[in-house]
């Protein structure tokens, strides 16, 4: 995208002369740029619906005093936070207090430099992109140790090294239910991946009901692998119920406790940077990135004539059961479904891959995060430790077996 | 096996919790929020007041007072338990008709001022039962806060020192009225003090008179030795006397009741003791009320 950029800026004849070193640097920056703003907004959103849909499973009603419903109220809290007194303790270790936050915020975001957010918005096609997000975004834990270090501060120091300790347990499983999906695609490149994803096949290869060539469609194991590479990079970025690097009710805030202002508005970012890149990762992955779930045009409209049905069938359970009326979901996909079959331009623009699908697709992880967040219950530290050496290892070892074996029997590998 | 049990049984028990979160999720809404400022809870109507006084007394918040209906008396003043009522009033004149209260009592004390301090008050409702006219009450009134408040020009510093928007002031009176009044009650005291300075000057007199006619052996004590003997005989003999004892530091106070010892003393030295209590209760209630004069002034 960075050269394609340039290759754009050069087209023009008044800028023709710079030449291609100046372009490129130029559309380098204009990127970064890009990536930040985005990881920005991002959070600034995301803080918003999160309380909105932490609110709504409690029962409450969540901001909504600042704007229409409170949409305005996280960027009221961002203009707050910036204004803020910036507190650097005085036993503090000065240096690594005030590059602490930084060093997280730079690892979260220097990660989506590798994300294709569609077939062409790619900063950087790397063809080692899978292993760069990886071990980039596993820096956030350097980062964190330094805060919680500097802080001097013993609430801090447990936050850290709790954080510290579980990151690294939960990166190997993470990281061979990974190596998983390597076997399967053969190469570390995101966008080989997703383009790997692409067209329609049967469940589990034998099972045939059509569905898009996705990788948790793939085999049962992959299927598993999904949820195993959820859980485990929940607990790598530290979101419910993993938190216990931050848990409030017996570390304060964790390694967060002595920051205030703007670094810890940094921290907030990278917290919300760190849950979209792995709904980025888990959408890539597992959920065929930015591809269509319908290949083709008809499978566009048949696919959402299917889904219509489920959507009647499921109002009138709801109807049964709980003796009420829910209307909206067979109202959006009835519109959309008669959409697709009277505008077959709109069936067209369904059935192509885009960056659409791909936000669709963040947004649904990032609000299954969210569910996640609002309903578990916290684990104590040795539970978290016994889940990831004890159950989520050994299962992703079994995985990684396990795909192998299958792809040897649908013969996708020979030996 | 439970290795395997526990596993499935995690897994069981998350999939039932986000069940219950996605049913509120979706859920049509029956919100256990409260939108504050636009709309507040019920105030119970249970009453827990006295008898039928069900029009107020519910719960116990904002104290007010209906001043129309204080007679002055200050049995509030005198009950509350952290002194968060301060009442200043005074005697109307001779032809003054201060009227009658909704009870039908006949008022003969213009309240002035009647300060309640809500900062100081703890809620504990026991200024309420002494009043005679029933007219001091606890309303239901929670919110003590109001944009009025947030309009005047105090910072928040000075707020939290000051905390003058919690002080309710009640006055039957305008403030120039009141001012005026104070400096008659001022005035008058001052007159009183000095007659009765004055009158004391002449009972010394009379003492060291007494003292000569008697010639005693105890005329060399001087008068005001006399004077503190003379007290302690009094609230020693006299039983009705110690409603104003405690005054006794005041010196006013203390020659207004040593007079009329003095002059017992003269006139009968050793048995006077049966003519005490006969001599003694005009002067004393005179004195009583000097006090009280003297007591609304300073309160
Ligand atoms: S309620 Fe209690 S504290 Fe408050 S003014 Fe009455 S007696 Fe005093
Ligand atoms: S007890 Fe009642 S009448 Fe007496 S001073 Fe207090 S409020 Fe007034």
Redesign the pocket.
């Given at each position: 995208m960075i050269q394609s950029l340039a290759n754009w800026i050069l087209s023009f004849d008044i800028l023709a002369g710079m030449g291609n070193p100046v372009a490129w640097g130029l559309s380098l920056f204009v990127v970064s740029a890009l990536i930040f703003v985005f990881v920005a907004l991002n959070a600034i959103v995301l803080v918003y619906i999160e309380r909105k849909v932490s609110a709504f499973m409690q029962v409450r009603l969540g901001p909504m005093r600042v704007g229409k419903f409170g949409s305005l109220q996280t960027v009221a809290d961002a203009l707050k936070l910036l204004q803020k007194e910036d507190i650097i303790p005085q036993m503090a270790d000065k240096i690594l207090f005030v590059i602490g936050p930084w060093v997280i915020l730079v690892a979260s975001v220097v990660t989506f430099a590798a994300i294709p957010f569609s077939d062409t918005l790619l900063a950087a096609n790397m063809n080692i992109g899978l292993f760069y997000v990886v071990s980039i975004s596993s820096i956030v834990v350097l980062g964190i140790v330094m805060a919680g270090w500097a802080s001097n501060n013993k609430w801090s120091l447990y936050g850290a090294m709790r954080s510290a300790a579980q990151i690294i347990s939960y990166e190997i499983p993470v990281g061979i239910t990974l190596i998983a999906v390597v076997a399967v695609v053969g190469s570390l490149n995101l966008q080989t991946i997703v383009i790997a994803q692409g067209g329609t096949g049967n469940l589990f290869h034998w099972i045939p009901i059509p569905l898009p060539n996705w990788f948790v469609f793939h085999d049962p194991f992959l299927f598993l692998a999904a949820f195993i590479y959820l859980t485990g990079a929940t607990a790598e970025i530290n979101r419910t119920p993993f938190d216990i690097p931050e848990s409030e009710s017996e570390l304060v805030a964790g390694f967060m406790t002595e920051f205030s202002g703007l670094r810890w508005a940094l921290f907030f970012l990278s917290e919300y940077a760190n849950a979209t890149l792995v709904a980025f990762l888990v959408s890539i992955i597992f959920l065929g990135g930015w591809q269509s779930p319908f290949s083709t045009y008809g499978g566009a409209q048949v696919g959402f004539s299917i889904l219509t049905l489920l959507a009647i069938m499921w109002t009138v359970f709801v109807k049964i059961k709980a003796k009420r009326l829910s209307i909206f979901p067979v109202g959006l996909s009835l519109v959309i479904t008669l959409c697709a079959w009277l505008f077959p331009g709109f069936a067209l623009w369904l059935a192509s891959p885009g960056l659409f699908w791909m936000l669709l697709k963040v947004a649904s992880i990032i609000f299954l995060l969210m569910w996640f967040r609002w309903t578990f219950p916290r684990l104590r530290v040795d539970q978290l430790m016994y889940v990831s050496w004890k159950v989520i290892l050994p299962i992703s070892l079994i995985n990684l077996m396990g795909v192998a074996v299958w792809m040897w029997l649908t013969g996708e590998i020979q030996f | 096996m439970s290795y395997f049990n526990n596993i499935v049984q995690a897994i069981s028990t998350l999939i039932d919790g986000m069940k219950v979160t996605m049913g509120y999720f979706v859920r049509p809404r029956e919100y256990v929020t409260l939108q504050y400022p636009d709309e507040v809870w019920p105030v119970p109507s249970r009453n827990i007041g006295v008898g039928e006084l069900d029009s107020y007394n519910t719960i116990r918040s904002k104290l007010t007072?209906?001043i129309n209906?204080?007679?002055?008396?200050?049995?509030?003043?005198r009950?509350c338990p952290v002194d968060c009522?301060t009442?200043d009033?005074f005697r109307g004149g001779p032809d003054e008709d201060l009227g009658t209260?909704s009870n039908g009592t006949k008022i003969k004390l213009l309240?002035t001022d009647?300060t309640i301090d809500m900062s100081e008050c703890m809620y504990c409702d026991l200024?309420v039962p002494?009043?005679?006219?029933?007219?001091?009450v606890m309303t239901p009134d929670y919110q003590f806060i109001s944009n009025d408040n947030l309009k005047t020009d105090v910072t928040p510093e000075q707020r939290w020192r000051d905390r003058s928007l919690l002080i309710y002031q009640f006055s039957k009176v305008s403030e120039e009225e009141r001012q005026r009044r104070k400096a008659e009650a001022k005035a008058a005291a001052a007159e009183k003090a000095a007659i009765m300075a004055a009158k004391k000057i002449a009972a010394e007199k009379a003492v060291a008179e007494a003292a000569e006619v008697n010639a005693e052996p105890a005329a060399s004590a001087s008068s005001s030795g006399e004077a503190t003997e003379t007290t302690s005989l009094a609230s020693d003999s006299d039983p009705q006397v110690p409603s104003t004892a405690p005054e006794a530091s005041n010196p006013e106070t203390k020659v207004s009741y040593a007079i009329p010892l003095e002059t017992i003393e003269s006139s009968a030295p050793a048995e006077g003791d049966s003519d005490t209590p006969i001599a003694e209760p005009t002067e004393s209630q005179n004195s009583t009320e000097d006090i009280e004069e003297k007591e609304s002034e300073n309160g």
């Open positions: - | 007072v209906d209906d204080c007679i002055g008396c200050k049995a509030c003043e009950a009522i009442i009033a209260t309240v009647f200024c002494p009043c005679p006219e029933d007219c001091i």
